[in-house]
């Protein structure tokens, strides 16, 4: 795969004419501090450098709200016909950092694991991202080295780094090559001279840092299940799901029917966003709750990202680290806090 | 049988004008797709509880214990056990109480018209597990249920099996399912003493009752029970395991000879909506049939 080094001011005239031949989603800034993935248009800025990571992580391009899984039609006789809906129109992100880079990609593995759900897979399959690297952490938040994201390209179908002002450009599978342009990128011979320099320049330690490895972390969370630290986040939480709205390896969904006003007789089936913080998010037909209280809630989130689907899908941490959930609650609770007071709790420091 | 509507061809993959982008995914497309089914029977048996049989394109070849997502387009959709033993033709039945929208919606159909069915999905029960022991079935109510697909399936070759018995508790004789049934099982026994049923309320409510009173957890101290040879099933409201469980162990039956159905909240039916998780499980994929020996570490599991 070709790997170039390129001037900041032609790479973002290359990303604006991608963008004029189909969709493509780019960070940009809304309102007064947050950052949305949204279709550039002519004259949006094309930045690399200077954005906080989107309130909505961009992976959710690839479950939209409300997303239709198939509609339904009453015909002859009452039967009623259902026709799968699939959206295989080609789109490309752009301007994803490495922590949703390695998001996208645990959602790929969701997504394979067991069943295939082919409406994921095939938006997917039709989705191209160019990543590009982070040099400096986007703010206090971030925790994404110590979880393993910082370094994460697998995913990605272009990836660009930064080097000096201009930037390495690397291919990393035959649909990355093909949205590069046909002539203009000057070939780089040594990627990883350009790789260490810009690793040279990284800041160290990247970010905050937990005081154990994932894989110490899913090892001692067994042993926590009656945790004090669990009540103590509990008592905060207002369980609005924020959290989960905002976590790039969240996916749960419920599903709901929507009919024709005007035509009942048709409508369609669709899934939308669901969080396992909501109040009612295990509760089954005739109102027992399996997780009534917000401190079960809050330990399911935890231990899912920490412990659960780690051990099943054998992945070191499905938290990302992008900081997202605690940024967002309106309380202030931060999962890299629950952890570390968990870690300290099971191995005090000496 | 289904109209028009059915197998249009995927839109084109896409194709970008500055790339060959990856075709559609080889996957099958009719992960959440239900085939719709034709109501042949409603049959109220309790105020709350009716009987549907329905008639499928096909047979769903299910096992006893696993569980179907059932739909009315535009109302929504649930999961529903599946009340009928394992069956070579395309019929089904499930016994649904009237609890929320899509069941009380389901309740005001009449035979000819139709739902939309999903599966069968999940463990289900394993006959293998079962064939020359004997069989404790205990059920709590609606546990009655999924319950009657494993018993129907055992009584259709009783002679591969050794003693049955079943206990079962209701709140009141009008809520008990089955009775005849329950009853023709108990008959098979007679004579060789093979089948024994026993019929628990919590209350008469001043109705006529020709079982006893109490909990399902009282008959088992006195169960001529050997633990040697002894399998057990599970299936009731969520507060019955914890307490039938302490009853079997102290009768000296091993964990990895007890079966639990649980009930979880379900959406997808295929292990991706994550509702229906019990620690790292999903009730879905990997029950709602569990050997008790796999689940009875994880907290959420029988609380």
Redesign the interface.
Known sequence: MGAFLVRKAAVTEWIRSLAREQPLFFPQPVGRSGFRFQPLREGSEVRFDHYRPSVVPPGRQLTPAGEVLFRYRTGEGGVPGFESVLDASPRILAGVRPCDLRGIYLMDRVNREGRDDPHYLTRRANTAIIACDCLAPCDDFCFCETVGSLRWREGADLFLTSVDGDFLVEALTPLGESLLPGTGFARCEDVAGLRARAEEVRVRPFGRHFALSPERIAAILPGLWRSPVWENCGQRCLSCGSCNLVCPTCYCFDIQDDFDISDPSSGDRRRNWDGCLLPNFAEVAGGHNFRPQPSARQRHRVKRKFEYLVGRLAEGSFCVGCGRCGRQCTVGIDIFDIVSELVAVAEPPP | ????????D????????????????A????????Q?ARLLEVEALTARESRFKVELPRPLGHRPGQFVML?A??????PISISCGPRDDAILEMVI?R??TL?RFLHELEP???V?VRGPFGSGFDLGDFYGRDLLFVVGGLGMVPMRSLIQAVMATPDRFGKVTLISGWRTPADELFRAEVQSWSRLGEGSGRVRVIRLVDDTAKLPWDGGVGLVTEPIADLDLDPERTVAALCG??VMYKFVILELVARGLAPSRIFVDL???M??G??????C?I??LYCC?DGPVFRLDRVAHL??AL?
């Open positions: 049988m289904i109209p028009n509507f059915t197998t249009p995927v839109a084109a993959p896409g194709v970008a004008a500055s790339g060959v982008f990856v075709p559609e995914t996957c099958s497309r009719e992960l959440y797709l239900p719709a739909s387009p535009g109302i929504g959709e649930a109480r609890v929320g069941t000819g018209q139709w939309g409201p969520p009930e979880r909240r959406r997808c295929v292990g991706k909506c994550g509702h998780q620690n790292h994929q907290p959420e609380p």
